[in-house]
């Protein structure tokens, strides 16, 4: 693990056991802190330096060998590199020391490190509460520390609050005891040893709903005071998933208790801090008249995937941040599985290829990706490794792993992970090193593969039909998108775990594929049909795209349009489709083509990513004069599946019809259908006189399509709404339709009050990624954010999902111009915590081009065929 660049700490020096108190002030925003850290000292030396960032210390002492404690020389601050250096007056030997500090730092704003949250409770009177978010690098702005996942240490944590506030952190309260009137110092017990970014403390006037699990762990929902009975469908699932959780590890949850905190203002959807985990409230909360099966399962999946972390990321630990998809894609993946488990009838499985698998396979395929095994040298670039590849991709490949290796061997070695290296840290070696010896397979060669070089391949087929028999010929080479732009082929190899299966025979027939090309035979179960199709990548395991040749393509259709093929492979042809077109290895008509196959389709998550595939057309053509015929095309393929769907749910219907009525109807007005648009208003009326009158599975497109055509006295209508109703669900979802009008004066409007205290500050990146995404709203999106850049800065400039999410807006222009705009704009206010993100939207801007370039033409004909 090469660290060479990297701004780490000296190894003279590691802390052990961290005493620490804390006193929030919720008048001033202030905090005061008081510390003492024990250290063991492992060469001599007259300097110790940790990590500090906008604290303020007050006193240091250091003591050691049972000698009186002495203030060092001098206290040296670099604030570029977030330390303190104490300059010691003697030399400190080797062995156990203590150091001893006084500090105060201020409850920003920025909803890092130690923070403030504003929220109205339910009687409307405004309040505050003070809590932590330190992944990666803010622990260092609450107090210092050596802030780095490898120097685990315990904490006795100390929070001295107004007697009337609740306190919550990573472990059970130990004592309590009045300090003076009206303050009370609220201990914790001592925490196992644990990375710094896992610590977490709230404070605020919290109330919880709470229940033991069947082994005795205390698991509570904390939400403000009032919203408490919206925390009991997470409480429940919370329950049912731990005991998932300790059944599949082997390894019982080791804290004795778990919380779960809804938290006003939160930058991250959750964050898994060990034994209190904290979320925002969209992703926490549930109201049982007002959520929809779109939120509960949103819930259900961010509980699941932040309680995998108490074992991957909190009881093992990667052991530097180029290793943060040990952490993150694990719980991707596990989470997933322990829903699938909890609700098989949700078929998580097929919904992860969209939420996952598709997702990283669109950012990997670009030239300005990286490796899931990344090194990162500083705390810019750690914050912009929290994206598709550590996250997705990583869970992907795990998923293909899985199945190559097979359940059983796969879990056992796990557990082997898991129990060797548990209250420690580890490496991506370690893992596969775990599974190879469980299993007997070579992972380590063929991961190796996946994990330290960018992209994937993409699989030519060729096909050699015998009487008995079928070859089918693979040839991989590197799939890029850049392809379009003329760039080579790069000479990069896989080993690939590839199956095949035909239409007589579901059995798949598996080989890993070693080098460049390879061949399968496939004797079908009763062939001797022509039609025999056959299906590479059978339910879509594999991370990797696959070109058919035309015949083969063609003979997949008809199971396409009967749904012989299963949801997950039909999902999968539509999305290589579209991704071939996308780097011109085929005519973008060709998409268009397979898409027409789908106007039959039944299965919400196929039809979710047959949307966004069309939907990455559409924003592509929306300067072009044929536009309208490709909404009509649009429209063609939702309105067979709309009027079977319809707008209310029938007797007998479940979690997946639900999903897809909301995306077809949404998709249908989307594309201009009248009749859609007319219903929704006539909803939207209905839902001004009594919000229940409109189930809130469809309240969200009802609203998004009331905007769509709505006016002046329908925008002030949702906004009055927005201030009106409690929940956030419902208020985002306001917000969210709040950026659909056509209106550039009303779009104008909600851009502006994005930046005010009507909108949460997580929000705003919602609001103004939202209104990039209207055609009426596009450039102005960009030119607000240009001319209201110092105050995004401010706030978001330290990194995160939320400003790459931000700078990613750009991503959709196509012109040269807009290039050129976009390029000098970050050259001239440079962006370190996102300058991958830049890079790759320049990227996109620049495939958007030449894939207009070269299907302009035979698009504006194809529609009008």
Not at 151 to 172: C, G, Q, R, Y
Not at 504 to 528: H, L
Not at 542 to 560: M, N, S, W
Not at 569 to 575: E, I, K, V, Y
Request: aromatic share 10%; with cysteine; net charge negative.
């Amino acid at each position: 693990m090469a660290r060479s660049n990297a701004v780490i700490l000296p190894p003279n020096v590691k802390p052990t056991r961290y005493r620490l108190t804390l006193e929030p002030n919720l008048g001033d925003f202030t905090f005061t802190g008081e510390e003492t850290v024990d250290i063991e000292v492992l060469e001599a030396t007259d300097e110790i330096t940790l990590n500090s960032a906008e604290i303020a210390i007050q006193s240091c002492a250091v003591s050691a060998g049972g000698q009186a404690p002495t203030s060092p020389r001098d206290i040296v601050f670099d604030q570029s590199n977030e330390t303190v250096t104490l300059k010691l007056e003697n030399e400190l030997p080797a062995g156990p020391a203590r150091l001893e500090f006084k500090f105060t730092g201020e409850l920003n704003d920025r909803l890092r490190g130690f923070y403030r949250s504003h929220y109205r409770d339910v009687d409307g009177n405004e309040q505050y509460l003070a809590t932590t978010q330190f992944e990666a690098t803010d622990a260092r702005r609450a107090f210092p520390c050596w802030d780095e996942p490898s120097l685990k240490a315990t904490f006795d944590v100390t929070l001295v609050i107004p007697t009337e506030l609740v306190a919550v952190s990573n472990m059970p309260v130990a004592d309590q005891r009045e300090v003076r009137p009206g303050v009370t110092a609220v201990r914790f017990e001592e925490s196992p040893v644990m990375s710094t970014y896992l610590l977490a403390f709230v404070v605020g006037d919290l109330a919880k709903v709470e229940q033991k699990a069947a082994d005795g762990t205390l698991i509570r929902v904390w939400t403000t005071r009032g919203k408490e009975e919206q925390g009991r469908y997470a409480l429940e699932t919370s329950v049912d998933l731990l005991a998932y959780f300790n059944d599949y590890f082997g390894i019982p949850y080791p804290l004795p208790k778990l919380d779960h905190l809804a938290i006003p203002d939160f930058a991250a959807g959750a964050m898994e801090n060990w034994g209190a985990i904290a979320y925002r409230e969209i992703a926490l909360l549930i109201d049982e008249r007002d959520s929809s099966a779109g939120s509960r399962q949103r819930v259900a999946s961010i509980i699941s995937h932040e309680m995998a972390h108490m074992w991957f990321g909190d009881l093992v630990t990667m052991a530097w941040w180029s290793d943060l998809w040990l952490n993150e894609s694990f719980a991707s993946w596990m989470g997933d599985k322990a829903v699938d488990h909890l609700f098989p009838e949700w078929e998580m499985w097929t919904q992860f290829l969209t939420a996952d698998t598709n997702r990283a396979l669109s950012l990997d395929g670009l030239k300005n990706s990286h490796p899931i095994e990344q090194e990162v040298n500083n705390p810019a670039e750690i914050g912009q490794l929290f994206d598709a590849i550590s996250y997705s991709k990583g869970a992907s490949i795990i998923r293909m792993l899985e199945h190559f290796m097979g359940e059983d061997p796969f879990r056992a070695g796990l557990h082997q992970y898991l129990t060797a290296h548990e209250h420690a840290n580890a490496r991506t070696q370690d893992l596969w090193s775990a599974l190879g010896d469980a299993s007997g397979l070579p992972v380590v060669d063929i991961m190796d593969t996946w994990v330290k070089q960018t992209g994937y391949p993409v699989l030519e087929v060729e096909t050699t039909r015998h009487a008995d028999a079928i070859d089918v010929g693979l040839k991989q080479k590197k799939f890029a998108y850049e392809r379009i732009l003329g760039a080579p082929d790069e000479d990069t190899l896989w080993r690939v775990p590839v199956g095949v299966r035909t239409a007589s025979d579901a059995e798949p027939r598996s080989v890993v594929m070693e080098g460049r090309e390879s061949t399968i035979r496939v004797e079908p179960a009763s062939y001797g049909s022509p039609d025999e199709w056959i299906k590479v990548n059978p339910l879509q395991t594999g991370f990797y795209r696959v070109r058919y040749p035309a015949d083969e393509l063609t003979k997949l259709t008809e199971p396409i349009r009967n749904r012989v093929l299963p949801a997950s492979d039909r999902l999968g042809l539509q999305n290589d489709a579209y991704a071939l077109a996308r780097a011109g290895h085929v005519p973008a008509t060709d998409f268009l083509t397979i898409a027409e196959s789908y106007r039959d389709e039944t299965d919400a998550s196929v039809c979710a990513d047959l949307a966004a595939n069309l939907g990455g057309v559409d924003v592509l053509l929306w300067d072009e004069p044929f536009y309208a015929r490709a909404q009509a095309f649009g429209r063609s393929i939702f309105q067979p599946i709309a009027e079977r769907i319809g707008w209310d749910a029938k007797r007998g219907e479940g979690h997946l019809d639900a999903l897809l009525r909301s995306t077809v109807l949404s998709q249908l007005g989307g594309y201009g259908d009248e009749a859609t648009l007319q219903e929704a208003r006539a909803r939207f009326e209905a839902y001004l006189d009594d919000r229940a009158k409109v189930h809130p599975d469809i309240r969200g497109v009802v609203l998004g399509l009331a905007a769509q055509r709505g006016d002046r006295s329908t925008y002030d209508a949702m906004w009055h709404q927005h201030g009106d109703v409690p929940m956030e669900e419902e208020k985002v979802r306001l917000l969210v339709a709040l950026s659909r009008f056509e209106q550039p004066e009303l779009l104008a409007q909600t851009l502006q009050r994005s930046l005010s205290d009507d909108v949460r500050t997580h929000d705003t990146i919602t609001v103004v990624a939202s209104v990039s995404g209207n055609r009426a709203g596009r450039d102005m999106a960009w030119d607000f954010l240009k001319d209201n850049w110092d105050e995004f800065h401010r706030r978001y400039s330290e990194g995160g999902f939320g400003l790459m999410r931000l700078v990613s807006i750009t991503s959709g222009f196509t012109s040269q111009e807009r290039w050129e705009d976009v390029e000098r704009f970050f050259k001239d206010h440079p962006t370190p915590a996102a300058e991958r993100s830049i890079r790759q939207s320049l990227e996109r801007i620049k495939l958007n081009i030449a894939w207009l370039e070269r299907n302009r033409d035979d698009l504006a004909k194809w529609f009008v065929g």
